[in-house]
């Protein structure tokens, strides 16, 4: 069983112009949700904006006329980044196309190429997508928007008769999600 890709596809919006591309990132990480464009990672998970990078979809060292060109820019994280470098191989732009149409979710959280995408099986093997931190970035994720929804029901009053048993789901969730982080910090 799968499920979608990613929730929310990123767009490109900023109009501005700047002779350094760097100054793009605030604009480029809301644009992409503040996640990768190629992982659908949260930056949050990287240590925020200042950690992820900006890849240049086409790269500017062999087109150095869209260095700065906000329709060239992808918000990304740094391993994506540094694997993916100067390669001009077959890569679908997050904004252009949407990745739904050419890659899955495990239940698991891994990540999958459609057996019908050229594009995506290159993108998967060249960027390392099926590596196990991308499967559980994208667990602690899930957990941490169900942790919200638990805290949620805890904090309302109708629970009150049930906020004994929602608050040891709650703590129960919270032990796996630490554990979660816990092996994450350790692998990454």
């Known amino acids: 069983m799968t499920s979608n890709f990613r929730n929310i596809s990123p767009k490109r919006t900023c109009t501005k112009t700047y002779k350094s591309y760097r100054r793009f990132k605030p604009y480029l990480a ?25 890849d240049h979809f086409k790269p500017f060292s062999k087109n150095p006329g869209l ?12 391993y994506v980044n540094i694997l993916k470098s100067n390669d001009e191989g077959d890569y679908i732009d997050p904004c252009d196309v949407d990745f739904n149409k050419h890659f899955d979710r ?23 997508l099926g590596l196990s931190r991308y499967k559980f970035i994208w667990k602690l994720d899930e957990m941490h928007k169900k942790k919200i929804k638990l805290q949620g029901a805890i904090d309302n009053p109708k629970n009150v008769g ?3 048993d929602l608050l040891e789901l709650y703590y129960d969730l919270d032990k796996e999600f630490t554990l979660y982080i816990e092996y994450l910090t350790v692998n990454q």
């Open 106 to 128: 495990a239940k698991d959280g891994t990540v999958l190429p459609k057996a019908s995408s050229t594009e995506a099986k290159y993108m998967h093997s060249k960027l390392s």
């Open 30 to 54: 809301a644009d992409f949700n503040n996640r990768c464009g190629y992982t659908d990672c949260p930056d949050f998970w990287f240590g925020g904006k200042n950690n992820f990078h900006i």
């Open 67 to 78: 260095a700065t060109e906000y329709s060239n820019l992808v918000y990304c994280c740094s």
């Open 162 to 164: 049930l906020k004994k």
